[in-house]
Antibody
Framework: QLHLQESGPGLVKPSETLSLTCTVS??????????WGWFRRAPGKGLEWIGS???????YYSPSLKSRVTLSVDKSKNQFSLSLRSVTPADTAMYYC?????????????WGQGTTVTVSS | SSELTQPPSVSVSPGQTARITCSGD??????SFWYQQKPGLAPILLIV???ERPSRIPERFSASSSGTTVTLTITGVQPEDEADYYC?????????FGGGTKLTVL
């Protein structure tokens, strides 16, 4: 059974870079057709898509975050990662990784449990 | 970019039918998806491609599409169905989520 687990610092200072990793177990990140994505939910807000990445390296980013986001895949470790630069308190949220099995834009059928990230000095 | 509009809240009594709508122009040309999220938990995929239900999802969850509106229907609402529900679609700019609907089971 596919399992995703987010990891990374829970506290990031303003203007610094938020870096999270999602470890995939119970399956291969290199499965044809699967995309891998990052999402977040800020306190009192709804779900927000950050971006999606394929094991080939193809990436898709939210227009509102594109200038600050980089997604990458490490097939040797069965992991994919998120880097969000120049964070502000508005980036405080629960961050989730997920598999997108239909396309880079749809079908998030397996999710990590989420990790809380607080941006504060 | 496109937007998806959901009512902020819906309330029903146990055993009744809850309907949650989602509207947006993109829905007339792209498939919709529905997710359930309970407090402190990750979202769960309820519906794919407008109306298909993954095998592990209870039959009381169904969805339909008509033009620019899609509707999630929960028949015979259970207390454990109290959660936030999100519709989702995609357009040229990527993944779109509705603002979410909080379902309260009275």
């Amino acid at each position: 059974q596919l399992h995703l687990q987010e990891s990374g610092p829970g506290l990031v200072k303003p203007s610094e870079t938020l870096s999270l990793t999602c470890t995939v177990s119970g399956g291969s990140i290199n499965t044809r057709g699967d995309y891998w994505g990052w999402f977040r939910r800020a306190p009192g807000k709804g779900l927000e898509w950050i971006g999606s990445v394929h094991s080939s390296g193809s990436t898709y980013y939210s227009p509102s975050l594109k200038s600050r986001v980089t997604l990458s895949v490490d097939k040797s470790k069965n992991q994919f990662s998120l880097s969000l630069r120049s964070v502000t308190p508005a980036d405080t949220a629960m961050y989730y990784c997920a598999r997108l099995y239909i396309s880079g834009y749809a079908g998030m059928d397996v999710w990590g449990q989420g990790t809380t990230v607080t941006v504060s000095s | 970019s496109s937007e998806l509009t959901q009512p902020p809240s819906v309330s029903v009594s146990p055993g009744q039918t809850a309907r949650i709508t989602c509207s947006g122009d993109v829905l007339s040309r792209q498939y919709s998806f529905w997710y359930q999220q309970k407090p402190g938990l990750a979202p769960i995929l309820l519906i794919v491609n407008d109306s298909e239900r993954p095998s592990r999802i209870p039959e009381r969850f169904s969805a339909s599409s008509s033009g620019t509106t899609v509707t999630l229907t929960i028949t015979g609402v259970q207390p454990e169905d109290e959660a936030d529900y999100y519709c989702q679609a995609a357009d040229s700019s990527g993944v779109l989520f509705g603002g979410g609907t909080k379902l309260t089971v009275l």
